[in-house]
């Protein structure tokens, strides 16, 4: 039996995983973060101490224009246990734009497409996303489907250096 269709969406949805083939952005960045494992693939990060080559998970005293991105998987892999802990200085790809399987905040029930995005910058959920701006930055990007097992959605980032107010101008005009 032949194929007779190709699909774009990846087969399995995993933390920091692509959504699909769609075209995307994934620079490399140093991790900042001392304490092993506290970056995660799927989270989002901001602007290290050096702006352009490392990363941190955010605070509250981020800002929106400080976001970078979602660790994705793909540049650090899996030591043999299959354990894959992102230590200081690891080189991750971030995706600055594009289509990825984010972490959610803990007590989101639900996600819908279309909700805003917002980057969590306090508590133990520091770096997963929400549709609340409760303790949350705003991102630019949109949820594009529900919750899946393992707490995690998928999100399209748009390019961050357009403004959430163009964003939502240029919506508004093809809606």
Same mark, same amino acid.
């Given at each position: 039996?032949?194929?007779?269709?190709?699909?774009? $969406?990846?087969?399995? &949805?995993?933390?920091?995983?692509?959504?699909? +083939?769609?075209?995307?952005?994934?620079?490399? $960045?140093?991790?900042?973060?001392?304490?092993?494992?506290?970056?995660?693939?799927?989270?989002?990060? /901001?602007?290290?101490?050096?702006?352009?080559?490392?990363?941190?998970?955010?605070?509250?005293?981020? &800002?929106?224009? #400080? !976001?970078?991105?979602?660790? +994705?998987?793909?540049?650090?892999?899996? %030591?043999?246990?299959? /354990?894959?802990?992102?230590?200081? +200085? %690891?080189?991750?790809?971030?995706?600055?734009?594009?289509?990825?399987?984010?972490? #959610?905040?803990?007590?989101? *029930?639900? /996600?819908?497409?279309?909700?805003?995005?917002?980057?969590?910058?306090?508590?133990?959920?520091?770096?997963?996303?929400?549709?609340?701006?409760?303790?949350?930055?705003?991102?630019?990007?949109? !949820?594009?489907?529900?919750?899946?097992?393992?707490?995690? *959605?998928?999100?399209?980032? !748009?390019?961050?250096? *357009?403004?959430? *107010?163009?964003?939502? +101008?240029?919506?508004?005009?093809?809606?």
């Amino acid at each position: 039996m032949s194929q007779r269709s190709y699909g774009y $969406r990846q087969q399995a &949805a995993v933390p920091g995983g692509l959504f699909d +083939t769609s075209p995307h952005s994934i620079v490399a $960045r140093s991790n900042e973060e001392p304490t092993l494992g506290a970056v995660k693939f799927g989270m989002g990060v /901001v602007q290290g101490t050096a702006p352009g080559a490392n990363i941190k998970l955010p605070t509250e005293a981020s &800002a929106s224009a #400080l !976001f970078e991105g979602v660790v +994705t998987t793909g540049i650090k892999s899996m %030591d043999l246990q299959g /354990v894959s802990a992102i230590g200081e +200085t %690891d080189t991750l790809g971030i995706l600055e734009w594009g289509k990825v399987w984010v972490r #959610l905040a803990s007590g989101i *029930a639900s /996600v819908a497409y279309g909700d805003r995005l917002y980057l969590v910058v306090s508590g133990d959920d520091a770096g997963k996303f929400s549709n609340s701006a409760i303790d949350a930055i705003a991102v630019n990007g949109k !949820f594009i489907g529900g919750i899946e097992s393992g707490d995690i *959605a998928p999100v399209r980032l !748009f390019n961050q250096d *357009a403004t959430l *107010a163009d964003h939502e +101008t240029r919506i508004t005009a093809l809606g």
